[in-house]
T-cell receptor, first 115, second 113 residues
Framework: DQQVKQNSPSLSVQEGRISILNCDYTNSMFDYFLWYKKYPAEGPTFLISISSIKDKNEDGRFTVFLNKSAKHLSLHIVPSQPGDSAVYFCAATEIYQGGSEKLVFGKGTKLTVNP | DAGVTQSPTHLIKTRGQQVTLRCSPKSGHDTVSWYQQALGQGPQFIFQYYEEEERQRGNFPDRFSGHQFPNYSSELNVNALLLGDSALYLC????????????FGDGTRLSIL
């Protein structure tokens, strides 16, 4: 059973426009959410995160929104640039007893920003 | 400031063999996690090491084992390799006890023939 779902395998937008990537989760115990960006032949790179006690976090062109009641989060990129073209992974964590954490990932959304 | 480094970058093995993958965490990090990423999937958590002990384990068989050394570096061992073990193996490091994100290496691409 997939606990983190990214239902759009791909997204194509024009340079300068907004990119919106969506993510849904089922486990109400998740308390920290992250977005990673991955280029081919590289490991995932941390982009932005949000704690479950917040509903918005902004970092430059990137904003993450969290709707806990809907178990939904989204990543907004404004304005989109061709260099943003990559696979974006949504991830969530649940803190276990003893302080350990594991990341649960979605399958990713491939974003293409066209010049 | 060196990030997470993994070796080797690529590896080809045959069914039934054993493999060891290595990871050096980002400077200042003491916790290492391993993930398996199959083609078209997101990374799947294998296990996490902290203070040289396995602290958390995902849904992987005992053929997958690991180790963390006093300098926080880590190894992932896989025994009796199966064709389905072909994947990208990612190592991530973090600072335990904080909400700082995990940082990933570029992975080891393992192919089983």
């Amino acid at each position: 059973d997939q606990q983190v779902k990214q239902n759009s395998p791909s997204l194509s937008v024009q340079e300068g426009r907004i990119s919106i990537l969506n993510c849904d989760y089922t486990n109400s115990m998740f308390d920290y959410f992250l977005w990673y960006k991955k280029y081919p032949a590289e490991g995932p790179t941390f982009l932005i995160s949000i704690s479950s006690i917040k509903d918005k976090n902004e970092d430059g062109r990137f904003t993450v929104f969290l709707n806990k009641s809907a178990k939904h989060l989204s990543l907004h990129i404004v304005p989109s640039q061709p260099g943003d073209s990559a696979v974006y992974f949504c991830a969530a964590t649940e803190i276990y007893q003893g302080g350990s954490e594991k990341l649960v990932f979605g399958k990713g959304t491939k974003l293409t920003v066209n010049p | 400031d060196a990030g997470v480094t993994q070796s080797p970058t690529h590896l080809i093995k045959t069914r039934g063999q054993q493999v060891t993958l290595r990871c050096s965490p980002k400077s200042g990090h003491d916790t290492v996690s391993w993930y398996q990423q199959a083609l078209g999937q997101g990374p799947q958590f294998i296990f996490q090491y902290y203070e040289e002990e396995e602290r958390q384990r995902g849904n992987f068989p005992d053929r997958f084992s690991g180790h963390q050394f006093p300098n926080y570096s880590s190894e992932l061992n896989v025994n009796a390799l199966l064709l389905g073990d072909s994947a990208l193996y990612l190592c991530a490091s973090s600072l335990g006890g904080t909400d700082q994100p995990q940082h990933f290496g570029d992975g080891t691409r393992l192919s089983i023939l």
